[in-house]
């Protein structure tokens, strides 16, 4: 059975720091290009990044390059996303995602996954 599992949400100052895991089950996750995406309420969900398994490379929202790093574990199967410097405006509910097919040359939409994590909170506070 295919699934991912999230971890590493929480309550955190401006400025803090978290880093988010995401383990998948059932998969290879190099099989696949992983997201991760953030859904305030009221918005539409928001792109964060897409790593390209195949090549290793990673795509960033310009809202958050430089201050989010996505970096994977492939022994223990799992994605992490590492955020720094958050703030107010980063609070949401964040997702890692499984897209098939791991060459990616640019974010993917959220229409284009094909396997979800149930989401973490991730509060900011000022």
């Known amino acids: 059975e295919v699934q991912l599992v999230e971890s590493g949400g929480g309550l955190v100052q401006t400025g803090g720091s978290l880093r988010l895991s995401c383990e998948a089950a059932?998969?290879?996750?190099?099989?696949?290009?992983i997201g991760w995406f953030r859904q305030a309420p009221g918005k539409e969900r928001e792109g964060i990044s897409c790593l390209s398994t195949s090549d290793g490379n990673t795509y960033y929202a310009d809202s958050v390059k430089g201050r989010f790093t996505v970096s994977s574990d492939n022994a223990k199967n799992t994605v992490y996303l590492q955020m720094n410097s958050l703030k107010p405006e980063d609070t949401a509910v964040y997702y890692c995602?499984?897209?098939?097919?791991?060459?990616?040359?640019?974010?993917?939409?959220?229409?284009?996954?094909?396997?979800w994590g149930q989401g973490t909170q991730v509060t900011v506070s000022s």
């Open positions: 059932g998969f290879f996750f190099e099989d696949y290009a």
């Open positions: 995602a499984a897209s098939w097919g791991p060459l990616a040359t640019r974010m993917r939409p959220p229409n284009q996954y094909d396997y």
